[in-house]
């Protein structure tokens, strides 16, 4: 048996209690999770009922970001809580839960993996944290940072140390969760012909669904806002509060002007992100085709969460998507539908790969045939060709010489 203490700070839905419930399926493993004091109603990774979750061993809550908690620390909670401190492994899972200090000596021989998760937060930050946490693995979810982090050059006055090893470990589904809901949605099934899932800063910065969806057209001066339902615009000062001030503004404002367009041409709606896990993958399935707008050139966790509950998704092209998830495009054998993005809704070819996207989305939605077959290619991309959250944490033990699989 292999012991694993994991770190993580579990704000819902937070992409750690996926791999925490993946570790979990395997026989061969014991996972400790560790993390600030804090509960949210998740779900159980055997029956997939929602339960309220707690950590194993709950340290102290910080009054700052990233909380940060010692070595010394986290082995006398571990004490305190009757748990033998003789791990492994140790993983620190990002956001915002980082450890630091000197490594216990009797660990000083195990790895310590780093899974970076968020594939928008600069490189600068997980550089920093991984130094401090004497890590020895760096999981990067980002093939595109993964391939700035291994040319060994300095970033932002940081720089990988020699001794890490450095692995892409993209974005993946928990295929018990992400599924099809057919027969639990009834007539809510598939009930919008296109659909666009945000998170929180997206939903505060597009509007609600009932207000419509608010397109930024100038950072600098008066923000012009023009809501698609009733085409009346108005202007403000300032951006609302939950705007993403760290994401390259013309990605943002690239995504809210298509977003703007697909309403009206293809009747895209606004499903809610911010759900615990079972909710989120029932919102997915409230529409036939979902759209995808990467604003970090990442692979990010719509891909495989889409085609893992059988939507027709279309999305930009991003490094790493053809490697894990198969060639883009339409019809039998396909799994996602892919466009090329232009990053200025300014651009002159912008109008032109618009209408791109609006004729994949029209021909998804009139072939019930061709639809029927990429539901069942996407989910076998995900199930079979190892793209869940336990296939995932088969290559974090395996690259930290922890277990093998055949």
Known sequence: MKRILFGFLHAPPTTCMRYLYAFKKLDDI???SIGPER?????DFKTSETETFSHDIELPKRDFHPEWYDWEEVMEACVDNNIDTDFDLIIQGEPNFFLRGPKPEHLKDKPV????????RGASVHLYAAQQASITHFFIANEYHRAIYETGHMIQGLWIEPNWKVIWC???AEETICKDYKEELGNDYEMYNAGFVGNDGI?????????GIYIPWDKYTKLEYRNPFTGQVEKIDEYPSGFAQDVRFSEYQYRAHLLHELCGRVGL???????NHIEYAKSLNKAKVIVNACINNDLNMRVPEVMSCGRILVTDIMPGLVQKFGPSGYGYGFGYIGYNKCYH???????LELNVIVDKIERALIDDEYREDMKLNARRIIVENRNTYLDRCKLILEETGILTFL
């Open 269 to 275: 709606k606004f499903l809610p992100g911010s759900l």
């Open 39 to 43: 509960s949210h109603i998740s779900w």
């Open 203 to 211: 939903d505060k910065f597009a509007g609600s669904l009932e207000d």
């Open 30 to 32: 014991e996972i400790i």
């Open 170 to 172: 993209p974005a993946a």
């Open 113 to 120: 993996a780093y899974i970076v998760i968020d594939t928008h």
């Open 345 to 351: 809704p300014m651009c002159a070819n912008f109008e």
